[in-house]
């Protein structure tokens, strides 16, 4: 590690919003390990949601007047600001008030926190029970600002209410996450007080009340007033696409090529499928491979197994040759989720790395069988050279970034760098099997379906086929077309996913596009001096930050 860099006027403008956000939304500090504050929620009412975008416009004024006394505060200044400006302007355009889809609105984020609360002494069941007693008021803010979206016109597509209603139905059922959490406990190994018990099943009873009160308020209330249609429109999704890419897309020139990405994607599968099996359609050769049961694995136990080898395996090879990672990085978790959404995720290690990174895979009720082949690349893309390295190593890299750069994370840079990562692994040799490629280039075509798919419905787009313009029930037949197993519940969850979180699909193969697109034109430039492992360093070492501000600290 390099020697510690003096802090700047800049630093302490970041270190200060990032102790701003931990204050107005104290579960985040369970994310990046910062201890204080236990139990608490952020204010997800209207009122909680006008004290963040005021201190955001604080914030904005103190980063514009400061100035950079080294690149790393060029950069810190111009995320900081990139990122202010863009949380007021989605404060005005009410994002907030039509937050709710299946995946990544406070629905699931007030419950989720728990996944990652420690659970190993009593003092952490204290904080779980103090939190449990939290959910009530967390979910009756969320609730007001539903409320407040339908006062003024602002309200999510009934699809995205309907499935609403369901996970709040799940979760208010005494089997359902809470109802079982209480319980949890002696499963782990910690013996609590009757007083403590008392307490977390009293709280958890709570709980389950406050997210039946929700799903009868989406029912009752909200659904009567949310529209058929699920597309947001372009000014919306233009500032929703801005926010994941950190970068203002041409949509329609971003259309097109997602068009002849999927075209290109289907013929090197269909190459790819003949090397499997002579002659072979891509259909063939997958169920070819699908009755292989050599490459078959039964159970979530032979799957975190599997995960953790081949996680374990990828470091210890690409530490040894082609990246300098961290003794502190050589910490992965592979874990099964509690949760079964069908997501497959990971988180970045605590700042002191008392807990490491971890590789989450949420396994969707019923499924039992897993391919390796077309699994692979998905440990490449959360572990090494993905997530784990590029999240890993901004939290690692205390010597040169604050805090604040730490622990950002803009989808474009993020999952475009793990896509980036798959592709890498097939140039760098890991993916010798045919099979392999395949199940890397399945994935590659899923993304690249995205792509059409979210720009296209929610800017009502010409359907590709030429059959009239795009809806949200064409996207789930489009899916189905183009995706192994699309029309499966995994499939369908991602539809959904997509109808009502506008703008954050794309950003994976749009930043992949990216940062092949930026690695070429460095290498044009340095030409026989280009150095790619330097490249990767260099543009590693930054942290996690928009596109647009990537380029400019790599090609200034």
């Known amino acids: 590690m390099t020697e510690p860099r003096p802090q700047t006027g800049l630093d302490r403008i970041a270190e200060s919003w990032l102790d701003t956000q931990l204050d107005l939304a104290p579960e985040l500090r369970v994310m990046i390990g910062r201890p204080g504050r236990e139990g608490e929620y952020a204010d997800y009412s209207p009122a909680g949601e006008a004290a963040a975008a005021e201190a955001a416009q604080a914030a904005l004024a103190q980063a514009r007047e400061a100035t950079p006394v080294d690149d790393v505060d060029v950069v810190t200044k111009l995320e900081l600001v990139r990122e202010l400006e863009l949380r007021l302007e989605s404060y005005q355009a009410g994002l907030w008030q039509r937050d709710l889809n299946n995946i990544s609105s406070p629905l699931q984020g007030i419950r989720d926190v728990f996944d990652l609360s420690p659970r190993a002494a009593l003092a952490d069941w204290e904080v779980i029970a103090r939190r ?97 249609a699920d597309g947001v429109g372009r000014e919306l999704y233009q500032l929703a696409s801005r926010s994941f890419v950190g970068a203002t897309l041409d949509l329609d020139e971003t259309y097109e090529w997602g068009i002849d990405e999927l075209r290109r994607m289907r013929e090197e599968m269909e190459r790819t499928a003949g090397e499997i099996t002579p002659g072979a359609t891509v259909a063939e050769a997958i169920a070819f491979l699908k009755a292989d049961e050599s490459r078959n694995l039964h159970g979530t136990d032979a799957l975190k197994a599997w995960m953790q080898g081949k996680s374990d395996e990828a470091l210890r090879e690409l530490g040894a040759t082609h990246f300098d990672i961290p003794r502190e990085l050589y910490a992965l978790e ?141 996207a789930y037949e489009f899916f189905a077309e183009n995706v192994l197993d699309g029309d499966g519940p995994t499939g369908r969850f991602e539809v959904t996913r997509y109808l009502g979180w506008p703008g954050q699909a794309p950003s994976y193969k749009v930043g992949q596009r990216f940062w092949e697109d930026l690695r070429d034109e460095v290498k044009r430039r340095e030409g026989a001096a280009f150095d790619i492992k330097a490249f990767h360093k260099k543009a590693l070492d930054l942290g996690g930050v928009g596109l647009d501000t990537l380029r400019v600290a790599m090609l200034g």
């Open 132 to 228: 449990l007693g939290n959910v009530p008021a967390a979910v009756r803010g969320y609730t007001e600002s539903l409320r407040y979206g339908m006062t003024h016109g602002n309200v999510p597509a009934i699809r995205q209410v309907t499935v609403g209603i369901a996970q709040a139905d799940e979760l208010q059922a005494p089997t359902g996450f809470f109802g079982t959490l209480a319980r949890d406990a002696a499963l782990d190994g910690v013996e609590l007080p009757e007083s403590l018990q008392a307490e977390l099943d009293k709280n958890a009873k709570a709980a389950q009340a406050a997210y039946g009160d929700l799903s009868y308020f989406l029912d009752d209330e909200l659904a009567h007033l949310a529209p058929a």
């Open 334 to 474: 592979c874990m099964i989720a509690p949760t079964q959404h069908g997501g497959i995720y990971y988180t970045a290690p605590t700042d002191d790395f008392s807990r490491p990174g971890q590789m989450w895979w949420s396994v969707p009720p019923g499924v039992e069988t897993f391919q390796t082949w077309s699994e692979l690349t998905t440990v490449y893309h959360e572990g090494v050279p993905g997530h784990h390295l590029q999240l890993g190593m901004g939290v690692y890299n205390k010597a040169q970034l604050n805090a604040w750069r730490r622990t950002q994370f803009i989808s474009g840079h993020g999952e475009g760098w793990a896509l980036y990562a798959e592709r890498l692994m097939e140039q760098l040799g890991f993916l010798k099997d045919p099979a392999e490629r395949l199940g890397m280039l399945d994935g590659q075509r899923m993304r690249a379906t995205r792509v059409v798919l979210d720009i296209g419905v929610h800017l009502g787009k010409r359907r590709p086929d030429g059959q009239g313009v795009w809806t949200g029930d064409y």
